[in-house]
């Protein structure tokens, strides 16, 4: 049986980037070469937009509930 687990578009890249801003202390030196990665991997694969695991679209609408 094979397992096949579909792997998000440029998840690595993203998922670098977002280590290194993490980081105590944040040096852009080392994440700015990671952008450029997401980057180039975002053009290449023509992404248009990311999404969380399980996030469904929602319009921004006002909550109606007043204070």
């Given at each position: 049986?094979?397992?096949?687990?579909?792997?998000?578009?440029?998840?690595?890249?993203?998922?670098a980037l977002l280590n290194c801003v993490t980081h105590s202390p944040y040096?852009?030196?080392?994440?700015?070469?990671?952008?450029?990665?997401?980057?180039?991997?975002?053009?290449?694969?023509?992404?248009?937009?990311?999404?969380?695991?399980?996030?469904?679209?929602?319009?921004?609408?006002?909550?109606?509930?007043?204070?």
């Amino acid at each position: 049986m094979e397992e096949s687990k579909a792997k998000p578009v440029c998840a690595e890249e993203a998922l670098a980037l977002l280590n290194c801003v993490t980081h105590s202390p944040y040096e852009e030196d080392k994440c700015l070469p990671l952008l450029h990665s997401l980057r180039h991997c975002v053009l290449a694969k023509k992404v248009k937009n990311f999404s969380l695991a399980g996030q469904e679209k929602q319009e921004t609408k006002p909550s109606g509930k007043k204070a």
